[in-house]
């Protein structure tokens, strides 16, 4: 399983949507909709993480630890 994979299947177990409002879809590709669902929790995470919508090092420890 790759880390877009995984980091998709976390943010839907979390109820983070895309862009459009539906559920994301379990595919390899980071775009639109995983980007904004990755940002809404990056923002989530206020003083915590920097929403930039780049799952970066920091973020992607904080994903995985909660």
């Not at 995984?6 to 595919?27: N, Q, V």
């Not at 980007?35 to 003083?47: C, D, F, N, P, V």
Request: net charge positive; aromatic share 4%; charged share 30%.
């Amino acid at each position: 399983m790759s880390q877009k994979q995984s980091k998709k299947e976390i943010l839907i177990a979390r109820g983070f949507k895309g862009k459009d409002g539906k559920p994301l879809t379990l595919d390899r590709v980071a775009g639109t909709n995983t980007i904004h669902a990755l940002t809404k929790y990056q923002e989530s995470r206020e003083g915590v993480l920097e929403a930039d919508g780049i799952c970066g090092e920091k973020t992607w420890r904080d994903l995985i630890a909660l």
